[in-house]
């Protein structure tokens, strides 16, 4: 894996999150709501919830009311909410106006994004993305939910030993990672590579209740889980969750710590998903 302090900007968004954490200000994760953006919020709610900090929303816009992107409404509740800062996940490149305003009201933007800017680039605070020119990161064609997990991996390796977090903890984030980075087809060379490749690993070990249930649902063998299983019968039933009803609930199913609602939610995401295949 390449030193996450390659991408511009990273060094400057870890420091303000870990200064956001010592102030305990409100954080908002902002993430899309497809099988990348909705993986990436999950690989925060796990880092947020192994250093034990609670004073952070995840907020996914719905697909057919909001539409793909950071809103202005959106962004005004932040403000009314006294958030501080924002991180967005595989979206807010092309959000000039609204990044300008959150910061006009003194909300801190960290924009993390995988793809090509066009045009203006907004003034977040900062911008982690391997495409922006200030940038040397080398590996340039990232999923959402791996620049999530290089964010992710730079606040482990500069403040893990503060939150006595286990050295190499962050290698249980890989399924996510591989999750986005095999749903959004990204070429599965270079550093994506080494990310599928051992973010299976960690999805064979099937750790994640949701997961687990919906594994179950699905009469998955996850101890020979390949890419096509992740790909043809994990990623629609994420994605119906937007498609279909609201996109939280794929965030809940990856996220869930109880068997109880992660068995809940798998039959809901699994009879939407046939649902959707009817429609």
């Known amino acids: 894996l390449l030193d996450p302090f390659l991408f511009a900007d990273m060094d400057k968004a870890v420091v303000r999150l870990f200064e956001a954490i010592e102030a305990k200000e409100k ?5 899309d709501y497809d099988c990348d953006g909705i993986p990436a919020a999950t690989i925060m709610a796990d880092l947020f919830d192994k250093i034990g900090y609670d004073n952070v929303r995840f907020y996914i816009p719905h697909r057919h009311d909001e539409g793909y992107g950071l809103h202005m409404d959106a962004v005004n509740e932040f403000i009314n909410d006294d958030v501080k800062v924002l991180v967005t996940f595989d979206l807010g490149t092309a959000n000039v106006d609204e990044v300008a305003h959150a910061m006009a009201h003194g909300i801190d933007v960290m924009v993390t994004y995988h793809h090509l800017p066009h ?4 003034r977040a605070f900062a911008i982690i993305n391997p495409h922006i020119d200030e940038s040397n990161y080398p590996e340039k064609v990232l ?3 791996g620049v ?4 992710a991996q730079a606040f482990v390796k500069k403040y893990g030993e503060y939150f006595k977090i286990a050295d190499g903890w962050e290698k249980w984030l890989l399924d996510m990672a591989a999750l ?10 270079g550093e994506n590579r080494t990310i599928s490749y051992f973010g299976m690993k960690v999805l064979r070990k099937n750790k994640r209740p949701g997961l687990r249930a919906l594994f179950s649902k699905m009469k998955m063998d996850t101890e020979h ?8 019968m994990v990623t629609p039933r994420i994605n119906a969750a937007s498609r279909m009803d609201n996109p939280i609930r794929a965030f809940e199913l990856l996220s869930v710590k109880t ?3 992660a068995i809940a939610l798998a ?9 959707r295949k009817l429609l």
Do not use: Q
């Open 148 to 151: 999530a997990f290089k964010l």
């Open 180 to 189: 986005g980075t095999l749903s959004d087809m990204v070429p599965i060379r």
């Open 119 to 122: 045009g203006t680039v907004p």
């Open 259 to 261: 068997d109880e609602g």
């Open 143 to 145: 999923s959402g939910a």
């Open 225 to 232: 889980l390949t890419e096509d299983d992740l790909t043809f």
């Open 267 to 275: 039959n809901h995401l699994s009879d939407i998903n046939n649902e």
């Open 27 to 31: 954080i908002v994760i902002y993430s």
